[in-house]
């Protein structure tokens, strides 16, 4: 029976183990993703929730620290009482966080796996449930499980986990991720990847119209709405998604310039090469570097999410042309590269170069 018991132990430490060195390592390689997840959370929360704003990058960074070296730990053995109970502790917070997420979807994709693995809201939930199966698994079998190091032993694995962790870290957000699991990869056509196949199914939307009678207002459908009925007053339509449709992989790549027109296919069917230069949020963009725009030799756009305002402050600061910067949605600028300033070379629409500025 006890050895029956270790082998369930063995097993459950190890899948929960992988599932958290998968989770880890695949935001240890985009720590800024995992950054503006968390962001993104607490801008959707609201309230007080956005004053811990400027503890994003930190606070992603000691949840991937948290996971790998919990992986770790619960593979190698490492400290098999501890990391049950902490294992325990994390999920009796994500659980139930995600499933408030899953509620009120405040996010769309829940970033626990990065861009690597997409889920739902609902489906983390369930992988949590599962995990937290396994958990229980463990707490109730640890006492079968045999150790396999000596104390220094294990100290030193997990210190190593955590150092190699944060290096690995610092080392990409001086850089940039060593695999990019976004559409604005490397070799990618992004006109390619902004198209609609002729068979993709659109959106497809519950359409209802609100008519008033007697002072009462009454919800109809397009089949029973009252067309010919003079007694009722049309008050407002409404329209709820019910099913997501097809969405291209690059469905928001637009790229203004300072006049507001649209430079999006200029730079995109353009036969010579054209660098854009990415600085999403222009108050925390890093000026060191800016001086290496001058050997850019091919045509060289500056683009922003920032508001005209700001870009004219900065041009002042910087002694940058104006008249060379673009507007994008932020969102899509952090998306396209991990770095501010980040720079994409393009050639037909195609990206042929990628890096960070501070690296040129």
């Known amino acids: 029976m006890k ?33 503006y997840k968390i962001e993104d959370y607490l801008k959707a929360f609201g309230g007080f929730f956005t004053e811990f704003l400027p503890l994003s990058e930190a606070a992603a960074m000691c949840l991937i620290v948290i996971e790998v070296t919990l992986g770790v730990c619960m593979v190698l053995h490492v400290k098999t009482n501890w990391t049950a109970w902490l294992s325990f502790a994390f999920y009796c917070v994500m659980t139930p966080l995600t499933l408030y997420i899953a509620l009120t979807n405040p996010v769309s994709d829940c970033g626990c796996f990065g861009d690597a693995v997409i889920l739902t809201n609902w489906q983390t939930f369930w992988k949590n449930i599962m995990l937290m199966l396994l958990v229980v698994i463990l707490l109730i079998t640890k006492k079968y499980t045999r150790p396999m190091w000596t104390s220094p032993v294990e100290a030193g694995i ?91 992989p690059i469905h928001d790549f637009e790229l203004m310039s300072m006049e507001y027109e649209d430079m999006t296919y200029d730079i995109l069917e353009s036969e010579d090469m054209v660098t854009l230069v990415i600085m999403y949020d222009l108050a925390k963009t890093d000026r060191k570097h800016l001086d290496k725009l001058d050997a850019i030799d091919e045509p060289c756009y500056y683009v922003t999410g920032s ?34 300033p980040g720079v994409i070379v393009l050639q037909n629409g195609t990206i042929i170069d990628k890096y960070n500025l501070k690296n040129r």
């Not at 029973?224 to 339509?237: A, E, G, H, L, M």
């Not at 700001?310 to 590269?337: H, N, Y």
Request: net charge negative; proline share 6%; hydrophobic share 35%.
């Open 3 to 35: 050895k029956t018991l270790n082998i369930i132990s063995h097993i459950a430490r190890t899948l929960l183990g992988i599932v958290f060195i998968f989770s880890g390592v695949v935001k240890m390689i985009d720590p800024l993703g995992t950054t």
């Open 158 to 248: 997990a210190i190593i986990s955590i150092g190699c962790t944060l290096g690995f870290m610092f080392w990409t957000l001086n850089h940039l991720p060593i695999k990019d699991f976004r559409p604005y990869k490397i070799g990618n056509n992004i006109p390619e990847l902004m198209e609609y196949p002729e068979d993709a199914e659109p959106d497809q939307y519950a359409i209802t119209f609100v008519y008033q009678k007697d002072g009462e207002e009454q919800e109809f459908t397009l089949e029973n709405y009252p067309k010919n009925d003079s007694s009722w007053t049309f008050v407002r339509q409404k329209s709820e998604l019910i099913k997501k449709g097809y969405e291209p």
């Open 307 to 340: 508001g005209e305002a700001d870009i004219e402050a900065f041009c002042q600061e910087t002694g940058l042309e104006m008249s060379r910067f673009l507007s994008c949605d932020p969102v899509t600028l952090k998306t396209i590269v991990r770095a501010n």
